[in-house]
């Protein structure tokens, strides 16, 4: 068992350094320069139990799922992420550098340091992820979707609720989480969709959610933000997870948005995989429909 000064330096020294006259860990606050552009500021907390079952998920695992929450907040505006602020509390005896070697390989991978946070002792596994991020123009909200607007999705849907329900059934091994591609992966070690996002923005896009809480939930706050309904014809369902899945399923970070017919996605998202048209927006707020029937939102959302 190790002291917290100790263990915090450990976690310095793996998290790395700045290369200028920023000041990282080991003061009282971070030193950073500001971004160029509009400020973006986001933070998520995930929480064992809640958030992640740690009978089948791994602490780095849990650590990953942390920053790209809070980051895919940043890519759901078009924005670029800058620096993390983690604060993590946990139990004596959890393994916080398995915790933290997840914390930095999703930093690394999204390009996105760990500059400062906290540790403290607790009842259960708590990571708050506090993340700075820019724009290099009006970031996209939720509110800027109109009637004839299309809606698009970056990728299949359903794929990390699919995950946990294979896990939990025996039907997958967590070893699955090094195939590419596999629901197990996916819910594991989702990645924020940052490429995406600013491709979007710069094709014009008028309304951007990244899908959190399950599809019929993130699209219908877009829905309720801008005053629209909207009409669903297709949803594109990841192979090993069903229709509920798709439709109600969180934490899949694909981005969802909206763009007037004239926007130049072709050129914006060459390079990428090209998202996928779902349906419209429709003047009617009321309509909410998937293949013309009703569509619940049955996403996740915290009660007290």
């Not at 039907?171 to 989480?177: H, L």
């Not at 927006?281 to 007290?304: I, K």
């Amino acid at each position: 068992m190790k002291g917290e000064f100790a263990l915090i330096a450990e976690i310095a020294a793996a998290l790395g350094a700045p290369d200028d006259d920023e000041l990282w860990i080991g003061d009282d606050a971070a030193i950073v320069h500001p971004p160029q552009g509009w400020m973006l500021l986001s933070a998520d907390t995930v929480v064992a139990g809640v958030h992640a079952d740690l009978a089948f998920t791994r602490l780095d695992d849990f650590g990953w799922k942390a920053m790209c929450a809070s980051v895919s907040d940043i890519a759901a505006m078009g924005g670029v992420p800058s620096q993390a602020l983690v604060t993590v509390t946990a139990p004596s005896g959890t393994d916080i550098a398995l915790l933290y070697s997840g914390v930095s390989a999703a930093a690394r991978h999204l390009e996105c340091p760990v500059v400062g946070g906290d540790l403290s002792n607790g009842p259960e596994v708590v990571v708050t992820v506090a993340v700075t991020g820019s724009c290099p123009g009006p970031p996209v909200r939720r509110s800027g979707a109109r009637p004839g607007d299309r809606i698009w999705v970056t990728g299949p849907l359903g794929a990390s609720a699919a995950g946990l329900r294979r896990l939990r059934c025996g039907e997958a091994r967590y070893d699955n989480v090094l195939e590419v591609g596999s629901s197990v992966r996916a819910h594991a070690r989702p990645t924020a969709r940052l490429r995406e996002g600013s491709a979007a923005r710069l094709a014009g896009a008028s309304a951007m959610i990244d899908v959190s809480d399950g599809l019929a939930a993130d699209l219908g706050h877009i829905a309720d933000a801008s005053g629209v309904g909207f009409r669903l014809d297709h949803l594109p369902v990841h192979p090993e997870a069903t229709l509920d899945e798709a439709v109600g399923g969180g934490e899949d970070f694909a981005l969802v948005f909206c763009a007037p017919p004239e926007a130049g996605l072709d050129e914006s998202f060459i390079g990428l995989h090209p998202p996928i048209m779902i349906g419209v927006c429709v003047e009617d707020r009321s309509e909410r429909t998937l293949l013309s029937r009703p569509l619940e939102a049955p996403g996740w959302q915290h009660t007290w």
